[in-house]
């Protein structure tokens, strides 16, 4: 019989990945057309997956559940750990930010539905505090509460695309780009780091790795099968999304609000829809990231002696990207951006080196399959990536 906590830990992988990245994915492929937003999309994905097959790799060779902070530490040194610790905190705040950007937003139209008119410095910070509670709380709530959020999401998610896929449009099922091959080159490159952030679910790794108390090929499933999840999804909107909006539109969008308008168009009760299922993405994938940054910062908190490590953890959690949300209105994509750069060097070319020294170990006991073929390649796509920001 299949654990609960396994099947809760392949939802909080799926979850953590389907946030941003689903609303963002139209707005950065719909200019490539649909064959090649798909094939770009699966390419993301396979490299992807493989990533983080080899942060799990390590992870099970060394103290099972371990954060970045501390692998990074045992097998690349002080350099190496100062470089994961600054990539980790980067990451997962651009991340936070861009997540409270699309919630307060959505929250905010909420309120203002039931007769609530505040203003979105305000429907943020209410987003904030309520998340908050769920990740003092510990990753057994998240679990919980991210597997309601997650069905909610599906259900709002496979209406959604019922009435969008047998909508009346006129709209071009397949339409076809008209872009020179160095245009198709550039929307592309600029399209890699958004999809590299949008199945960015590598973080939760440890933090699921100690709550399951799985071997490696357990936990392995989870991460294949978690990511398959948001791959399919994706996959599935992107169609939809191309189905009901011309191409060019969706290129224009550059907010969750925006993309949700024009989507649901006339049609109130779909607009409803969408605005849960937004929500409910925007939801289960900010717990997972909040979740592996709370616990980083706890972990240090608790290594310099600070009493009630908690609250100082869930301060420098989710305070900061607050902050920046506020601080920098409408910049959704520009938030996922920043983070990209960070993503490729905490998921790709760390775990690559960790890999690479945990593998001369000879109690290495869990190995991944490809060989040294299969981190090379993961490095030239990480180099691709860093290439891609520029």
């Given at each position: 019989m299949i654990s609960p906590r396994f099947i809760g830990s392949t939802l909080i992988v799926a979850g953590t990945a389907l946030g941003a990245g689903m609303l963002a994915i139209p707005m950065v492929l719909a200019p490539l057309g649909l064959a090649m937003g798909l094939g770009l999309l699966l390419f993301t994905w396979a490299f992807t997956t493989f990533a983080a097959l080899l942060l799990l790799e390590?992870?099970?060779?060394?103290?099972?559940?371990?954060?970045?902070?501390?692998m990074s530490g045992h097998w690349l040194g002080k350099g190496g750990q100062i470089l994961a610790d600054i990539g980790m905190i980067f990451l997962l705040g651009f991340l936070l930010m861009a997540y409270?950007?699309?919630?307060?937003?959505?929250?905010?139209?909420?309120?203002a539905f039931i007769g609530l008119d505040v203003n979105?410095?305000?429907?943020?910070?209410?987003?904030?505090?309520?998340?908050s509670i769920?990740?003092?709380?510990?990753t057994g709530m998240v679990d919980r509460v991210n597997r309601l959020?997650?069905?909610?999401?599906?259900?709002?998610?496979?209406?959604?695309?019922?009435a969008m896929f047998t909508a009346d449009s006129s709209t071009p099922t397949v339409p076809q780009t008209a872009e020179t091959a160095s245009s198709q080159f550039d929307i592309i490159m600029a399209a890699l780091p958004v999809l590299f952030t949008s199945f960015g679910f590598m973080v939760v790794i440890p933090p699921l790795v100690s709550y399951t108390h799985g071997t490696g090929q357990q936990f392995s499933k989870v991460i294949v099968i978690g990511s398959l999840i948001p791959l399919v999804?994706?996959?599935?909107?992107?169609?939809?999304?191309?189905?009901?909006?011309?191409a060019h539109e969706l290129a224009t969008f550059s907010g969750v609000k925006e993309l949700v308008a024009a989507l649901g168009g006339e049609s109130d009760w779909l607009n409803s829809v969408l605005q849960w299922f937004a929500a409910m993405a925007l939801l289960t994938s900010f717990l997972g990231v909040a979740l592996s940054l709370y616990g980083f910062f706890e972990e240090v908190c608790e290594r310099n002696n600070i009493k009630k490590s908690r609250l100082p953890a869930i301060a420098l959690t989710l305070l900061p990207p607050l902050l920046m949300a506020s601080s920098a209105p409408g910049q959704f994509l520009q938030a996922l951006s920043y983070a990209g750069l960070a993503l490729t060097v905490l998921a790709i070319f760390i775990p690559v080196a960790m890999v690479w020294r945990c593998r001369q170990d000879p109690k290495h006991d869990f190995t991944i399959p490809g060989?040294?073929?299969?981190?090379?390649?993961?490095?030239?796509?990480?180099?691709?990536?860093?290439?891609a920001q520029f």
């Amino acid at each position: 019989m299949i654990s609960p906590r396994f099947i809760g830990s392949t939802l909080i992988v799926a979850g953590t990945a389907l946030g941003a990245g689903m609303l963002a994915i139209p707005m950065v492929l719909a200019p490539l057309g649909l064959a090649m937003g798909l094939g770009l999309l699966l390419f993301t994905w396979a490299f992807t997956t493989f990533a983080a097959l080899l942060l799990l790799e390590v992870n099970i060779n060394h103290h099972p559940g371990d954060n970045m902070h501390a692998m990074s530490g045992h097998w690349l040194g002080k350099g190496g750990q100062i470089l994961a610790d600054i990539g980790m905190i980067f990451l997962l705040g651009f991340l936070l930010m861009a997540y409270i950007l699309g919630a307060g937003d959505l929250l905010q139209t909420a309120l203002a539905f039931i007769g609530l008119d505040v203003n979105a410095d305000i429907s943020r910070t209410l987003f904030t505090l309520l998340a908050s509670i769920a990740i003092i709380l510990g990753t057994g709530m998240v679990d919980r509460v991210n597997r309601l959020f997650f069905i909610t999401m599906l259900a709002t998610f496979a209406i959604a695309l019922y009435a969008m896929f047998t909508a009346d449009s006129s709209t071009p099922t397949v339409p076809q780009t008209a872009e020179t091959a160095s245009s198709q080159f550039d929307i592309i490159m600029a399209a890699l780091p958004v999809l590299f952030t949008s199945f960015g679910f590598m973080v939760v790794i440890p933090p699921l790795v100690s709550y399951t108390h799985g071997t490696g090929q357990q936990f392995s499933k989870v991460i294949v099968i978690g990511s398959l999840i948001p791959l399919v999804c994706y996959s599935l909107w992107f169609v939809a999304c191309m189905n009901t909006v011309e191409a060019h539109e969706l290129a224009t969008f550059s907010g969750v609000k925006e993309l949700v308008a024009a989507l649901g168009g006339e049609s109130d009760w779909l607009n409803s829809v969408l605005q849960w299922f937004a929500a409910m993405a925007l939801l289960t994938s900010f717990l997972g990231v909040a979740l592996s940054l709370y616990g980083f910062f706890e972990e240090v908190c608790e290594r310099n002696n600070i009493k009630k490590s908690r609250l100082p953890a869930i301060a420098l959690t989710l305070l900061p990207p607050l902050l920046m949300a506020s601080s920098a209105p409408g910049q959704f994509l520009q938030a996922l951006s920043y983070a990209g750069l960070a993503l490729t060097v905490l998921a790709i070319f760390i775990p690559v080196a960790m890999v690479w020294r945990c593998r001369q170990d000879p109690k290495h006991d869990f190995t991944i399959p490809g060989g040294n073929i299969s981190l090379i390649a993961s490095m030239l796509f990480g180099v691709l990536l860093v290439v891609a920001q520029f």
